[in-house]
């Protein structure tokens, strides 16, 4: 059962898709609230303090560069967590399996696939026995 959900796991669409989806949104949730609780209110502290820090005003214009510096380091942290816990050990894993350290999934062997085959066979005869037999 273990092998069974390990090779599931280790399809390629599958894979991307759980990182792109359930990962990538748990990290950056995480890293969100870091920004907001922590680097936010540095930047406001560098970019001159209070609930103005980290804006600008030129000519009654506020740019608020400390949301987009904010936003900059979310994005470059939850990349670098995506990569270093998800994608860098399964390139490491498939490059195991292309020289031979990791095995990859075993086919069945031809005598299973035959018991499998006469039981499919032997369950269909029996279906149609019963449906005969009044």
Do not use: C, H
């Not at 870091?34 to 740019?63: A, M």
Request: aromatic share 8%; hydrophobic share 50%.
């Amino acid at each position: 059962m273990i092998k069974g959900f390990r090779d599931f796991l280790l399809r390629g669409n599958v894979v991307e898709l759980a990182v792109a989806v359930v990962i990538g949104t748990a990290f950056t949730m995480l890293v969100t609230s870091f920004t907001e609780s922590f680097l936010k209110p540095l930047i406001g502290l560098v970019g001159g303090g209070g609930v103005q820090g980290g804006t600008l005003e030129v000519d009654g214009q506020v740019f608020a560069w400390g949301a987009f510096v904010n936003q900059v380091i979310t994005f470059v942290l939850t990349a670098a967590v995506v990569y270093f816990v998800v994608v860098l050990p399964m390139k490491t894993l498939l490059e195991r399996r292309r020289r031979g350290e990791e095995p990859g999934p075993v086919a069945p062997t031809q005598v299973e696939l035959l018991a499998e085959i006469r039981d499919l066979l032997r369950a269909q005869q029996e279906e149609g026995r019963s449906s005969t037999t009044p």
